[in-house]
């Protein structure tokens, strides 16, 4: 049983922490100790009913945790007093628990994980997620001149070379950072987790309706390219009368009316719905076929498109781009996906477009897809599998961390 400390800039109230991080933890507390420090929003702070539930379930699973306010506002600034307040917090924490291993989610984590290891010696995994200080540049938020960035890649450097075990989303990623000049014949010890999918609540059930109904999950802006996506829908509609498109997201339905009525799609045929996480599969188990357009820059290639296990799981194919992650090789080898090219502008050919939709139509309609896209969640995306490999790290990192 390694004694760990799991550092979160997610809070674990955010769906995407009660889907990417509550999940694992949950799991790993079956085997092991875990203290977990995570950063909510004040409005998650604030809600002390859902605060309450949370915390008590965590308990009931042996779980300690440690909340910290995350600072929404003075941007770059806020970031570094959170991990001043981070690192200050984990190594409290870690010297009076005699932590063995500090597991940190993504960079800023990380950076308080460095802080840990120097003071107290404990093994340090860095869970990349993808590469961070390249995705502000692709997402222009910084530029690749800016000091951000080059105080964060040479922070980077760091969080490789200390690392005594590296987590990446993808394979692509593992190419990529293995190919970093300063980390030859340096490569630290890599597992490669995908974004694993809870396959008890994205499962397969039975969708008898006589239309076809395209389905999307989550965000809509930021990364994922929306605009893309209308666009596809409205192809689609012009292509098949009867075809739907569902929605499930959370925060953004003026956004995505707006959005679809300017590109004329029939909003008669549009279904936007919002859901709590445990309640997301049974909308995805009434779609035919799933959608995800996310921007294709060199920093995606560290990246796992969360919906694209979920959509498995419930046994729906998908229609995606190219240049983000393993998606093309994942849907090439199991054949439960259709991929696209966009050009330099990231636009896409009307009759390319048209041929991938009646492909992603004939696949939804193929009797074997339900299961192959069934079994390769549980292959490549299973929580399940994602733990056990957690585990394995774990146990074969907690002797270093104790022997520190």
């Known amino acids: 049983m390694a004694n760990t400390l799991y550092i979160s800039y997610t809070g674990l109230m955010d769906p995407l922490g009660q889907s990417q991080v509550l999940q694992y933890v949950l799991?790993?507390?079956?085997?092991?100790?875990?203290?977990?420090?995570?950063?909510?929003?004040?409005?998650?702070?604030?809600?002390?009913?859902?605060?309450?539930?949370?915390?008590?379930?965590l308990n009931e699973c042996g779980v300690d945790w440690r909340t910290l306010k995350y600072t929404k506002r003075l941007s770059m600034l806020g970031k570094l007093l959170d991990i001043a307040k981070g690192a200050f917090t984990a190594t409290k924490v870690s010297q009076r628990s005699r932590i063995h291993i500090v597991h940190c989610r993504s960079y800023i984590a990380s950076i308080m994980g460095l802080a840990v290891k120097a003071r107290t010696g404990a093994?340090?995994?860095?869970?990349?997620?993808?590469?961070?200080?390249?995705?502000?540049?692709?997402?222009?938020?910084?530029?690749?001149?800016s000091i951000a960035y080059r105080i964060f890649k040479a922070i980077e450097k760091q969080l490789f070379l200390n690392a005594d075990h590296v987590v990446s989303l993808t394979c692509a990623g593992v190419r990529e950072f293995s190919r970093f000049d300063y980390l030859e014949n340096k490569v630290p010890p890599y597992t490669v987790i995908p974004t694993c999918t809870n396959l008890d609540l994205f499962s397969p059930a039975d969708n008898s309706g006589s239309c076809f109904t395209l389905g999307y999950i989550g965000s809509v802006g930021s990364w994922y390219m929306f605009d893309q996506v209308v666009f596809a829908v409205s192809r689609l509609f012009a292509m098949r009368s009867d075809a739907r498109f569902l929605i499930v997201n959370k925060g953004g339905h003026e956004f995505i009316r707006d959005k679809l009525s300017d590109a004329g799609v029939d909003l008669e045929r549009v279904d936007i719905v919002e859901a709590p996480f445990d309640?997301?599969?049974?909308?995805?188990?009434?779609?035919?076929?799933?959608?995800?357009?996310?921007?294709?820059?060199?920093?995606?290639?560290?990246?796992?498109?969360?919906?694209?296990?979920?959509?498995?799981?419930?046994?729906?194919?998908c229609l995606a781009n190219v240049g983000v992650g393993d998606v093309k090789e994942d849907f090439e080898e199991t054949k439960t996906g259709i991929t696209i090219d966009f050009d330099e502008h990231n636009d896409i050919n009307d009759e390319d477009l048209d041929a991938s939709l009646r492909s992603l139509i004939d696949l939804a309609g193929d009797p074997g897809v339900s299961q192959r896209c069934r079994q390769a969640a549980v292959d490549r995306f299973s929580l399940d599998n994602g733990i056990d490999k957690y585990n394995q790290i774990y146990q074969g990192l907690s002797m270093i961390g104790a022997v520190k």
Not at 34 to 51: A, G, Q, R
Not at 284 to 309: E, Q, Y
């Open 27 to 57: 799991g790993l507390s079956k085997d092991h100790k875990i203290t977990v420090i995570s950063f909510e929003k004040p409005e998650n702070l604030n809600d002390k009913v859902k605060m309450e539930k949370l915390r008590t379930r």
């Open 123 to 145: 093994a340090f995994i860095f869970d990349m997620r993808g590469f961070w200080p390249d995705e502000r540049v692709d997402g222009g938020i910084w530029t690749k001149t």
């Open 279 to 317: 309640k997301v599969g049974e909308y995805v188990s009434r779609m035919d076929a799933g959608i995800f357009f996310i921007k294709p820059a060199w920093s995606k290639r560290a990246s796992c498109p969360t919906r694209m296990g979920e959509f498995l799981a419930c046994g729906k194919p």
